[in-house]
């Protein structure tokens, strides 16, 4: 489950063009405006022009004030071609620009109390991967699936834990267990902190996640989705 390519936010990129054209033409000097657009989009005059299809004089004319104020044609042209060239760039300065609906790459629980997982509903049948205690209260959960894993930003990483660290992280679709110690072990050097209990959900022997998880917190294992662990802590 991949982030959105750039290009799909068409309704953000549409917005910002209506920005942009709309600044020029209500500019009491659309020749500096211009400029400015074509400098925050760090595209040269000479690049420009060809793109538009045009002279660099031309551009240079209209930028300078050299030439009558530009038609609602040009300044769509204009702003199109700026859009166009950043696109084929990855968005670099669109994405700057915009503002990107915040995708929900995991879900976060706060608990109304601390709770053991030994002495929870459910939870306490999970059979456990390694002989860690798992005495202390836990105040909450996040439900990650191990797909998204390689989209996650650094923050996306930073805000995990919710209100606390001391809590279930638990793992969907856990096949590929070398990512998930890397990204474990990433996500400590970051944030210097671990969940205080790891959920996987997993079919895989318990001896394989053992061999390759390194982590200093007690791991169980479970073959309910997501769905079902949520339905089973709904009430806490």
């Known amino acids: 489950m991949a982030k959105k390519d750039i290009k799909n936010y068409k309704d953000e990129i549409l917005n910002l063009k209506q920005e942009i054209a709309g600044e020029i033409c ?6 500096n405006t211009l400029k400015k657009w074509q400098n925050i989009f760090e595209i040269t005059q000479i690049g420009l022009a060809r793109q538009i299809k045009i002279s660099a004089s031309t551009l240079s004319d209209y930028e300078n004030g050299r030439r009558n104020n530009p038609g609602i044609q040009f300044i769509k042209r204009f702003v199109n071609t700026l859009i166009e060239i950043d696109l084929k760039r990855k ?12 995708e929900q790459l995991f879900e976060t629980k706060e608990f ?14 999970l059979p456990q991967a390694n002989t860690k205690n798992a005495k202390e209260l836990v105040f909450g959960i996040t439900y990650l699936d191990a797909q998204i894993i390689p989209d996650l930003e650094l923050s996306d990483i930073q805000r995990l834990f919710g209100k606390t660290n001391k809590r279930i992280l638990y793992i969907s679709n856990s096949q590929d267990f070398s990512l998930i110690n890397l990204f474990l072990k990433n996500q400590k050097m970051i944030t210097n902190l671990n969940p205080t209990i790891l959920i996987l959900e997993t079919k895989k022997p318990k001896e394989e996640i053992n061999k390759i998880i390194d982590i200093n917190v007690p791991i169980f294992i479970t073959d309910k989705n997501k769905e079902e662990i949520k339905n089973m802590l709904k009430d806490l």
Do not use: A, H, V, Y
């Not at 109304?112 to 049948?125: A, R, S």
């Open 26 to 31: 209500i500019s009491e000097n659309p020749g």
């Open 112 to 125: 109304k109390k601390g709770i053991k997982i030994k002495n929870t509903f459910g939870l306490k049948d």
């Open 91 to 102: 968005g670099m300065i669109i994405k700057k620009l915009i503002t990107l609906p915040q």
